[in-house]
C-alpha cells in the first residue's frame, strides 16, 4: 500500500526518532561495557567531583550508592537488555522507514505499553521533561493509529471496488 507523500514524511520521522533512542541506548550500553572491570565507585565519586555536585544532595548520592551496588553480572544484564531494547527500536525504524505494516502496529503498540508507565510518573510529580515525554509518546501512538485507521479504509476501499 502506497502513503501519500505527507504521511510517508511523517512515517520516516517517527523512525528516525525510534533509530535514535536506539542508539542513545546503545551507547549507554556501550558506556555500561566499558566500565566492566572497574573501580566503579572510584569513578562515580569522581563525575560528581569533576561536575561540582554536592555529594551530599540526592542525585549523586543515589549515583554513588547505585554505582556501589553495580556487579559486573549487573552490568551485564544491563547491557544485554540494552542491546535489546536496541534491537527492537532498530527494526521498528526499518520497519517504518520502509512502510511496512507490522512495524505501523509494533510502533502503536509499543508506544501504548509506555502510557500507564508515564501517567503513574506524571502522577507522582509534574516536571516540563515528564510533559514532554509524555507529549511525544501520545503523540506518535496517536498519528501510528491514524495510519492504521487510514490503511485499513483504503484497503476496504480497494476491496470493493474490485468486485465485479
Known sequence: MTLTAKANRGLRAVALFEA???????????????????????LAERLVGHLHLNPD?????????????????????????AVLYSSMRFIEAYGLWFERHWAEWF??????????????????????????????????????????WRNRRERRLLKESSKP
Not at 502503536?108 to 501517567?119: C, H, N, T
Not at 507529549?135 to 492504521?148: D, E, F, G, Q, T
Open 107 to 148: 510502533a502503536l503498540v509499543s508506544g501504548s505499553a509506555y502510557l500507564p508507565i508515564e501517567a503513574y510518573e506524571l502522577a507522582k510529580g509534574i516536571t516540563w521533561f515528564k510533559i514532554g515525554l509524555v507529549s511525544v509518546n501520545i503523540i506518535v501512538v496517536l498519528y501510528m493509529a491514524s495510519i492504521l
Open 20 to 42: 535514535s533512542k536506539g542508539l542513545l541506548v546503545l551507547l549507554a550500553a556501550l558506556i555500561l561495557f566499558a566500565f566492566m572491570n572497574k573501580d566503579v565507585q572510584s
Open 57 to 81: 544532595r540526592n542525585i549523586p548520592n543515589i549515583l554513588s550508592v547505585a554505582f556501589f551496588r553495580l556487579t559486573d553480572g549487573h552490568v551485564s544484564l544491563l547491557g544485554f537488555l
